[in-house]
């Protein structure tokens, strides 16, 4: 008897811990769908300085940066104006200080301070074509042998058009 009484409470409990039973399903199906649009955006734009110098006898280098973000196959230009100082061109920059006097400086795309970088799309602008990532651009600036204004600090404002 001890085993037909073992049987009979494992039957029991088993009943009571396997819960409910079920014998159909159903299901469904839903989309998931995004759109992405052509977008960019300038991330960043690193000042450009030139630190200090005395007689400006040789020229003053120095460089910044620019992030920039588009969509994955987004061609875009930058570009970037000829600065707030008065009378100034792309070609030719001019950061204003003490008396309204000027030290004149270009920016290029390149090393070598060939080309000119300006706000005319087709002519002077950098083009490219985004990746879907921040892509860093390096701006070259310059300042030429000039002669050598009044001692103080000389400033400017560059402002970065994307174009896309």
Partial sequence: MPNRFTYISLLAISTFISGPVFSQTATTQFNVQITINAECQINSASDLDFGETGVIDTAVSATSTIGVQCT???????????????????????????????????????TTHTDVWGNTIGTDTVTDTGTGSEQTLTVYGQVPVQATPTPGAYTDVITVTLTY
């Fill in 72 to 110: 994955n196959g987004t061609p875009y230009d930058i570009g970037l104006n000829e600065g707030t100082g008065a009378g100034a061109t792309v070609a030719s920059r001019l950061m204003t200080g003490p008396n309204d006097e000027t030290v004149e400086y270009s920016l290029y795309t390149d």
